[in-house]
């Protein structure tokens, strides 16, 4: 089956600093998504991409399609305590139901 | 808004025993699914309901049913919980299938 490869699986900075982590496959979506999960709570939406190379972001996020369709980013600037949380990317091709990433941890040091 | 309302929150249950998670929706969506969610292992989408009327199988259907009771709930049935199925389980739905889903808060559920 489609396979997505999120990295990294978790990380530890700094309040303040931009974080950066992605999604790969070997196979062409034709959207990517990104979802943020808290503790105890369902993963929501934040970002939506549809596009080849659309750039979109909402509020400090930023997410890319890869001009490539197998890739997509999620950057954060300036992260803050509330940011703390799961990060899953998903993609879907026609036809097929939404593949999730593993998950990137993000825990940040105040 | 409700969104995505599961019920119950969390559950104990023996091996052996039979249980039915319960979803419902006041989005007026179309599609509705089926995840467990197990650590490290992101989401894994059980069964989906593209529209009322219909189900398919996900990615893991063993030892799992479901039923589209009309266009706002979905329901998940273990008939034999094992130990195996431990894990937390969340009920999406999305506008019409393959659109971005959204999420409810989960039931989370022990088989001892």
């Known amino acids: 089956g489609q396979q997505l490869n999120q990295s990294p699986q978790s990380m530890f900075i700094q309040e303040g600093e931009d974080v950066s982590m992605n999604c790969t496959s070997s196979s062409i979506f034709n959207t990517w998504l990104w979802y943020k999960q808290d503790p105890g709570e369902g993963p929501v939406l934040l970002i939506a991409l549809y596009k080849a190379g659309e750039l979109t972001s909402n509020g400090r996020l930023t997410a890319q399609f890869g001009i490539t369709r197998k890739d997509s980013f999620l950057n954060i600037s300036a992260s803050i305590p509330s940011d703390v949380g799961i990060y899953f990317c998903?993609?879907?091709?026609?036809?097929?139901?939404?593949?999730f990433g593993a998950g990137t941890i993000l825990r940040v040091k105040s | 808004n409700a969104g995505v309302t599961q019920t119950p929150k969390f559950q104990v249950l023996k091996t052996g025993q039979s249980m039915t998670l319960q979803c419902a929706q006041d989005m007026n969506h179309n599609s509705m699914y089926w995840y467990r969610q197990d650590p490290g292992m992101g989401l894994r989408l059980i069964y989906y309901s593209a529209s009322e009327g219909t189900t398919d199988k996900g990615e893991v259907p063993n030892g799992y049913n479901v039923s589209r009771l009309n266009k706002r709930e979905f329901s998940l049935r273990l008939e034999s919980a094992a130990p195996s199925q431990t894990s937390v389980y969340f009920c999406?739905?999305?506008?019409?299938?393959?659109?971005?889903?959204?999420f409810g808060d989960g039931t989370r559920l022990s088989i001892l």
């Open positions: 998903a993609g879907n091709q026609y036809g097929n139901k939404l593949v």
């Open positions: 999406a739905s999305s506008k019409i299938d393959n659109q971005p889903q959204h």
